[in-house]
């Protein structure tokens, strides 16, 4: 099976991400930033599918320059090629946009099977996965905690509030899969010394014959209008227990009517 995995390249969390002030979009370029964690699920999964049959895994992101560091990363995991969208008319987009490059950039590249995170770790829409599906006229099976592959069939486990459902469908398919699908592996050595060598191939908007003015910043149908820092986080409320903390704790938990 053919599995491509689309991964985001995100700000680090800890890095202190903030907003470009010229045009209040993400700052992906001043700050550090790494492939999104929940991508790294996506990843494994696609691994675990191709090592218990055949085939190969090719990790495909569209971002800045720098999100060539979240494709090394899945090549360090095992992934077997890399496919790196650039190009700065790109900046800005939203996204239908992001789905709309990634579903021509699919379009080149051969898949049986379409995994993606649950969702980015910045943006965090959880969107884009169905906009791609939508776009190809491929089935979407979404949110999956537990991935069975036979042949190319894939059911999944969803967890629900209410209900567990098993969800079936026959590829080639969408999948996003969620964080309780189990420990994503961390590089070996002897994987990182290998995706030094593996294939990272770069395409421009020109290469998938998308018009630059259906992306980026100005073909956005959302923009950001302003923002700003979020308060630092106060110490919060200290409880001294001089044998009368459980009385204390209720008494607080009642003013902030927790109970
Ligand atoms: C704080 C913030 C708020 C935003 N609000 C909006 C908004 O309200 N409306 C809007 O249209 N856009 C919005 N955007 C822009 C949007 O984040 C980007 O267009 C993004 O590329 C897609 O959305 P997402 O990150 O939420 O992806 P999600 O839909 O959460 O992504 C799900 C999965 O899709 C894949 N994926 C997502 N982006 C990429 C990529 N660039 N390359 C490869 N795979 C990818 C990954 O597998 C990911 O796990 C916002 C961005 C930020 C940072």
């Known amino acids: 099976m053919n599995i491509v995995v689309c991964v985001k390249y ?3 969390s800890t890095a202190n991400p903030t ?3 010229s045009d209040n979009t ?3 370029v001043g700050v ?3 492939l999104s964690e929940l991508d790294e699920y996506a990843v494994e999964q696609a691994l675990k599918i191709v090592e218990a049959g055949e085939g190969e895994v090719t990790v495909l992101t569209v971002g800045p320059e720098q999100a060539t560091d979240a494709i090394r990363k899945a090549l360090q995991m095992g992934a077997d090629k890399g496919v790196h969208v650039f190009d700065d008319a790109i900046h800005g987009s939203d996204a239908a946009a992001t789905s709309l490059v990634l579903a021509e950039a699919l379009k080149k590249i051969e898949y049986d099977l379409i995994v993606f995170g649950m969702t980015s770790t910045d943006g965090g829409m959880g969107v884009v996965p169905t906009m791609v599906a939508e776009r190809l006229g491929l089935p979407a099976v979404t949110f999956g905690s537990e991935i069975t592959a036979n042949g190319s069939t894939i059911s999944i486990r969803r967890d629900g509030d209410s209900a567990t459902e098993t969800i079936e469908a026959t590829g080639p398919l969408v999948l996003s899969v969620t964080d309780q699908t189990g420990e994503a592996r961390y590089p070996s050595f002897k994987g990182i010394m290998a995706a030094k060598k593996k294939e990272v191939t770069q395409w421009s908007l020109s290469d998938l014959g998308v018009d630059a003015s259906q992306v980026g910043l ?3 149908w959302t923009k950001v209008s302003s923002f700003e820092a979020r308060p630092a986080r106060t110490a ?5 227990d ?3 903390g459980g009385v204390k704790l209720v008494e607080y938990l009642a003013s902030q009517k927790f109970v």
């Open 236 to 240: 919060g409320v200290i409880v001294n």
């Open 218 to 220: 100005d073909a956005a």
């Open 19 to 21: 907003f470009n002030s």
């Open 26 to 28: 993400v700052d992906r």
């Open 32 to 34: 550090d930033g790494l």
């Open 10 to 12: 995100v700000p680090d």
């Open 242 to 244: 001089e044998g009368d």
